[in-house]
């Protein structure tokens, strides 16, 4: 049987990349590699209660927006329009969180124009790849099956030139299906690993803004270095410009003192860190202190909920906190006793809106006020949005 040709208009750009029209029924319909405004042709391939997923089949009135995509590759949803309107889009998205979800949050808040970093594509200093049935690439949307890589598009120079090399060796390296491999970039070379690093790769040193980072292997950093620059000189912008001086600088999900590190360039007397992974938080001592800063940091290897109460009863009567959490935001318990505790500055680094402003609410109901937002395109061609958000009580 012949699958129905559905034509709809695209009216907006849903959280996720995918446009949202409607099907001749009413029923709201999202579409992956579209544009809003754009009149396009799909087929549905799945019908949910509420909504259905359709697959586009022709763009019959194309956006000025819209570009050619060179080399498709999973992830990539904003690949086929400009950066410009990629950038607008988030933006969009971001401020649709906020007053959707979190009215009350964003009452006085600043909302500024996002920070963009100048490169699309090419940026990422890290991949991990994986390996199914002689396939080297990326979960395809099933996240079960892969779709062969020959080339990342994300890659930055040397990190591509490090996949082909490997690609073209791969009848030589025993791969198992399920095997990762990773390939990251640093200042000291280009490293690569299948599953976990060996022993031999040195430890991967990061040239900042605010000074060098050294992290093991396996630890976690920013892939994009354009993007962590940015980042880093917005917040020691903030450190710098604070109406009161700060007691101390906490630092919660310190990863490996990349935050420390402008606290420190700040000015700020005592810094205060903690990471569930304990080797980042030894990296992150490590770091302050080859950078001049051993006699006023500490950091500590624990979980953010488990030492959070213990870090601010060290921080003195104005502490600044810095939570950098991962894409689920705070836990309950992390966030609750922020809530009860005498913080009143606070920066929120977020790489999720829809955990931010759901944490936000708990906040503003604890007496913070959002002060600003900025967002930061970290990811540019994916979905994702990563923002700075000030607090205040």
Same mark, same amino acid.
């Given at each position: 049987m012949t699958a129905e040709k559905i034509e709809?208009?695209?009216?907006?750009?849903?959280?996720?990349?995918?446009?949202?029209?409607?099907l001749p029924n009413g029923m709201v319909c999202f579409v992956p590699g579209v544009i809003a405004g754009e009149k396009v042709a799909v087929e549905v391939v799945t019908e949910k209660k509420k909504f259905a997923i359709a697959k586009l089949l022709e763009v019959l009135e194309p956006s000025p927006h819209r570009v050619a995509v060179e080399t498709p590759v999973p992830g990539g949803v904003y690949m086929h329009m400009t950066y410009e309107e990629e950038n607008r !889009?988030? &933006?969009?998205?971001?401020l649709d969180f906020f007053h959707r979800q979190a009215p009350t949050a964003c009452e006085n808040c600043d909302f500024r124009e996002p920070l963009i970093p100048s490169q699309p594509l090419h940026y990422r200093n890290k991949v991990v790849l994986h390996y199914q049935e002689g396939r080297l690439g990326y979960f395809a949307e099933d996240n079960r099956t892969v779709e062969d890589v020959p080339f990342c598009p994300f890659a930055d120079s040397e990190v591509a030139v490090k996949l082909a090399e490997i690609r073209s060796n791969?009848?030589?390296?025993t791969l198992q299906n399920d095997d990762k491999v990773t390939i990251r970039h640093a200042a000291n070379g280009v490293f690569h690993w299948v599953n976990n690093a060996p022993e031999d790769i040195p430890n991967l040193l990061y040239h900042t803004p605010c000074g060098t980072l050294e992290i093991a292997p396996d630890s976690f950093y920013q892939v994009?270095?354009?993007?962590?620059? !940015?980042? &880093?000189?917005?917040?020691?912008?903030?450190?710098e410009n604070l109406t009161d001086e700060p007691s101390s600088f906490l630092d919660l999900y310190c990863g490996a003192g990349f935050f420390s590190l402008a606290a420190a360039k700040a000015g700020i007397g005592k810094i205060i860190g903690a990471d569930i992974d304990t080797n980042a938080a030894a990296a992150a001592a490590a770091n302050l202190r080859r950078a001049g800063y051993e006699d006023k940091a500490r950091f500590h290897g624990f979980a953010a909920n488990l030492i959070v109460a213990r870090l601010i009863k060290k921080s003195g009567e104005n502490p600044i906190l810095l939570v950098d959490p991962p894409r689920?935001?705070?836990d309950q318990d992390t966030a609750s006793q922020i809530c009860t505790s005498h913080v009143r500055e606070l920066i929120y680094v977020s790489c999720g809106p829809d955990t931010l402003v759901r944490d936000l609410k708990l906040l503003v109901s604890a007496g913070f006020t959002v002060e600003s937002n900025v967002m930061i395109n970290m990811f540019p061609r994916t979905a994702h949005i990563e923002s700075i958000t000030r607090l205040r009580r």
């Open positions: 709809t208009t695209i009216d907006r750009i849903a959280f996720g990349g995918s446009g949202v029209g409607r !889009i988030k &933006q969009a998205q971001l791969m009848q030589s390296v994009n270095d354009e993007g962590a620059a !940015i980042m &880093q000189n917005e917040v020691l912008s903030m450190l689920h935001g705070l």
